[in-house]
């Protein structure tokens, strides 16, 4: 049985995750902790899934901690010291909703999730009767927002009415960040700000497509930023003072390279995704530092990998995939909201045009190639081979798909899509349509 994808369950309430499963995964995650902190975000399927979850957990014998409507970021905070649930399905429509489960802040591992996969198969029944849990319900908002505006302190400048336009998509980051970005001094206008799930405004997940209404807010007005987020509030994009959304791969390269410039450590590590362009190890590189790479959706497994295998002198000061950041020091869940804080802190001191000017912008395309699932497999092995032949001068990695490397600085990567029938094909490089078709030709021909 196989529930988990690259960012917890996900899918369909109806076909997927129905009522039934949710107290089939609280039943099952139970059993090993003796208190889940359980939140949701703003879909309408949220409350009598979080209710079916809670059922679950607590005939397992867990004591739960009911937080309600909060972002996934909060409900991670929640968790620290025990164990927690959140009931999202971040950046898909209204009709999904999904589960994604915590220990101690951080997203359980692959490990855990095939265990909770095993246990559900199962069906083991509930524990004895007066071995059942209970539950409470409190606030964790305030106290999360707090915890943002005081990490951001550190770092940049005071806001000082700076001007920021934040879209929240009627989801989670309207509880959020621009309460957090108030508190930090700025002049924030919001749109989108109430929490809906049909997320009336716009769709949940941030496209330089779906935010045509901040886009255009913040190139009419006097806006020096643009901040986007999810139903969620995991993911972030970033607008311009022109109204055009910056590549999320600069994104991640303004704050990477900050964030080892300000590290007092001899061997500050970047962790970010085989997709993550090689503009970030430039500018690592540059401040002092190094970049390191996991699989998709496994940020924390990298984290805790440098942890493990790294010197004394060795810290994880930024970890990242596009649009989804680790701030360490903040805590081991991804959050767009410390990262709109971080980034208002970082344009408030130097501006946004000086942020991006050193930072290699080449063009960069991602196509999705239709493959079966069960071909992915086959597929991949072949491409190890196929793909080295068709670009013989690059250096190859295979640890995380297929990615190739030019003397040029441009870059290809080849891996299977988690969710869906696809093969990915990223590429970056000044010739990056050549690029793309030839990495393309070669996938279909596979496939």
């Keep these: 049985m196989e529930l988990f994808g ?50 679950g957990l607590e005939s397992a014998g867990a004591h739960v901690v009911r937080v309600g409507q909060v972002p996934t970021p909060a409900l991670a905070f929640a968790s620290q010291g025990r164990r927690g649930v959140m009931v999202t399905a971040s950046h898909n429509p209204p009709t999904d909703n999904g589960l994604k489960l915590f220990v101690d802040g951080e997203e359980y591992d692959q490990t855990a999730e095939r265990t909770i996969e095993s246990r559900v198969e199962a069906a083991d ?7 059942w849990g209970d539950s409470e319900q409190v606030d964790v908002l305030t106290a999360y927002r707090e915890a943002v505006v005081d990490y951001a302190d550190g770092h940049g400048a005071a806001l000082d009415g700076l001007p920021v336009a934040v879209d929240c998509g009627t989801g989670m980051g309207a509880v959020a960040t621009p309460q957090v970005l108030r ?9 989108n700000a109430q929490v809906d799930g049909h997320f009336p405004g716009r769709e949940s997940k941030p496209t330089p497509e779906s935010l045509h209404d901040l886009r255009a807010f913040v190139r009419d007005g006097e806006f020096d930023l643009g901040i986007g987020h999810d139903g969620d509030a995991d993911r972030i994009v970033i607008v311009d003072g022109d109204g055009e959304v910056v590549h999320e791969d600069t994104v991640v390269a303004i704050l990477a390279e900050h964030f080892v410039r300000v590290s007092d450590v001899a061997d500050p590590v970047v962790v970010t995704t085989p997709n993550a362009s090689a503009r970030i190890d430039e500018r690592v590189r540059a401040a002092g530092g190094r970049v390191e790479r996991v699989r998709l959706g496994a940020l924390h497994e990298g984290i805790a990998r440098e942890r493990e295998n790294g010197t004394e002198d060795t810290q994880v000061v930024f970890a990242a995939e596009p649009w989804k950041h680790i701030h360490p020091r903040h805590g081991p869940w991804i959050d767009g909201v410390a990262s709109a804080a971080l980034l208002a802190r970082l344009v408030a001191d ?3 045009d000086s942020l991006r000017e050193p930072v290699t912008e ?7 190639v239709s493959c079966p699932d069960d ?3 086959a597929v991949m092995t072949a491409l190890e081979s196929s793909l080295p032949d068709e670009f ?7 640890d995380y798909g297929v990615r190739l490397e030019l003397s040029d600085g441009s870059w290809i990567l080849v891996r299977p899509s988690g969710t869906e029938p696809y093969v990915r094909v990223y590429a970056e490089s000044d010739e990056v349509d050549a690029l793309v078709d030839r990495a393309t030709a070669v996938a279909e021909r596979e496939i």
């Design 362 to 368: 080449r063009p960069y395309r991602k196509v999705s």
């Design 6 to 55: 690259t960012a917890g369950i996900r899918g369909d309430v109806r076909e997927r995750v129905t009522p039934a499963l949710a107290l089939a995964v609280g039943r099952a995650a139970g059993v090993d902790g003796d208190e889940f902190v359980v939140g949701r975000d703003g879909r309408e399927t949220g409350h009598a899934l979080a209710a079916a979850l809670e059922a």
């Design 375 to 377: 071909r992915k497999q």
């Design 183 to 191: 508190a930090l001094g700025g002049h924030v206008v919001s749109l």
């Design 125 to 131: 029944p509930p524990t004895e009767w007066h071995e």
């Design 392 to 398: 013989p001068e690059a250096a190859v990695t295979t």
């Design 350 to 352: 130097r501006g946004l």
